[in-house]
Nanobody, 121 residues
Framework: QVQLVESGGGLVQPGGSLTLSCAASGSILSINTMGWYRQAPGKEREWVARITNDGSTNYADSSVKGRFSIARDNAKNTVSLQMNSLKPEDTAVYYC??????????????WGQGTLVTVSS
C-alpha cells in the first residue's frame, strides 16, 4: 500500500507565506512526477505545479508562477510547495499527487487527503 500525507495548511493573512509538505510512504520502488493541485470552494480541482524526478518544474499559470515554488527530496520521498505573497483567491484545499511505481512494478496515481489553506485577514 502506498499513501501520501500532506501537512502545513492553515490560516494565513494576505501577503503571508506558507509551506506545504507531502510525504510518500509504502512499498515504493520509484516516484516519477509529483505535483500539487487545489480545489477552491465551489470550483473544480485545478493543477498548480509539478516536478519530475530529475527536478524539472512547471507551474500552472501566471497566477502562481513567481509566488509558488515546488521542490522535492528524492531520498525522503517528499515534495513541498512554498507559497509566498498569498492572496485570498489562493484559499483552497491543496492536494498532493504522485505517479508511483511500487515494488511489485505497479504504476499508481496516488492522491493525498488534502490540506486546507485559508488566506484571510
Amino acid at each position: 500500500q502506498v499513501q501520501l500525507v500532506e501537512s502545513g495548511g492553515g490560516l494565513v493573512q494576505p501577503g503571508g507565506s506558507l509551506t506545504l509538505s507531502c510525504a510518500a510512504s509504502g512499498s515504493i520502488l520509484s516516484i516519477n512526477t509529483m505535483g500539487w493541485y487545489r480545489q477552491a470552494p465551489g470550483k473544480e480541482r485545478e493543477w498548480v505545479a509539478r516536478i519530475t524526478n530529475d527536478g524539472s518544474t512547471n507551474y500552472a499559470d501566471s497566477s502562481v508562477k513567481g509566488r509558488f515554488s515546488i521542490a522535492r527530496d528524492n531520498a525522503k520521498n517528499t515534495v513541498s510547495l512554498q507559497m509566498n505573497s498569498l492572496k485570498p483567491e489562493d484559499t483552497a484545499v491543496y492536494y498532493c499527487n504522485a505517479s508511483i511505481v511500487t515494488i511489485l512494478r505497479k504504476h499508481l496515481e496516488v492522491w493525498g487527503q488534502g490540506t486546507l489553506v485559508t488566506v484571510s485577514s
